[in-house]
């Protein structure tokens, strides 16, 4: 069970078990949610007090135990991509009505859909038919929400494929409960009646995913989790159990996990998992395609954005040497919006677009380095 259910089990509050261990409800928090262990503590001490205040309690049993992100699961520095918001006089320099990189997705033409993307969407389709087990995992900005938005328009409507989602904001706090909760109230509908035994609400949700099988109609059941890299490990293992419902040698239902890149990690340290899941990588787009689709889409283009050298000196902060200038969509957004508010605040003559020396001047948390494309 995770750190958090185990406190939740002894009949703690995070403030009750900080002061247990001489640190405050924050501090506490911070363990719980990030893996930030005090300070000033010894991590060994702390852990082994900690323990031993749950064992007080009648809570024995292995403990999962929260780590914190590494740095490098970190593919840019955010502090550099907060600004999206280009107003009227920057936008009326380079002739843009709109921000081409806000609120960027409205039809299916404002896709970027290139080969990369296409292969993940394809996976995500093949899962679904398969009724097979995926993971979808990619930085923050790299274009989960959007690659799932395709999949979910193209079931729109499918009387035989049927979603459920845990309502649950924070992932943190999910349990095998919430799962099963899910999936009757999407086969059932929300205004199923949901068994209040523990073993009533297992059969109540087998006959539902048997019924969905075996129907008029054969439907393709799928549990998608978003922010799954948040799952503790009963989630995970219980996963293993929802997938080997079947119906003689016949499947009953599909599962897909989104997450970070922490999510990886995590499969990989059970096997009983990890050796039964397909792992997709969402790879980095094209850095010139991606941007002369969106600029495109708000009437404009590259040409009128940058000079040559300027253009060649802002894609060369996303390529690694022999390779293609790549990047996520959220960090290539943000570094054309600064280069776009460096060159106005210069003070520019009508029709100056953005040179060499206005990209030199970003600051290098603009720049980022990706991996080579799948």
Known sequence: ?????????????????????????????????NGEYPARRDRADFRAQLLGLLESRGVIGAVEWPERMPVNHQPVRTEEIELMQLDRAVLGHYGLKRNPFLNDVETDDDVFAWKGHTAIVDAIRETIEERAFLAVIAP??????????????????????????????????????????AMIYGLLGEEAV?????????????????????????????????????????????????????????????????????????????????NRIRLCEVPPVPVKDYLEHKLRR????????????????????????????????????ATVIRAMCKLHESGPQPGERISREIVDLLPSGSVIQTPRAA
């Open 1 to 33: 069970m995770t750190l958090r259910e185990a406190i939740g089990e002894a009949g703690l509050s995070l403030r009750a078990a900080g002061a247990a261990c001489g640190i405050s409800k924050s501090a506490m928090s911070r363990l719980v949610a």
């Open 140 to 181: 923050s900005g790299a274009g989960k929400t959007t690659i799932w938005d395709t999949v979910e328009a193209d079931a729109h409507g499918r009387e035989d494929v049927v979603f459920c989602r845990p309502a649950l904001k924070n992932k943190e706090l999910l349990t095998p409960e919430h799962l099963v909760h």
């Open 194 to 274: 949901i068994a209040g035994n523990a073993e009533k609400r297992g059969r109540q949700l087998s006959r539902a995913l048997m019924q969905a099988r075996n129907g008029v109609v054969d439907r393709r059941v799928v549990l998608v989790i978003d922010d799954a890299h948040y799952c503790g490990t009963s989630v995970l293992r219980q996963l293993k159990t929802f997938f080997e419902e079947k119906v003689g040698r016949y499947r009953l239902m599909a599962i897909v996990l989104i997450g970070l890149p922490p999510l990886k990690e995590k499969l990989q340290r059970f096997p009983e998992i990890g």
């Open 298 to 333: 708000a009437g404009s283009s590259l040409e009128k954005l940058f000079d040559p050298q300027g253009l060649e000196a802002f894609l060369a902060r996303f390529r690694a040497p022999r390779r293609n200038a790549l990047g996520w969509p959220l960090v290539i957004n």
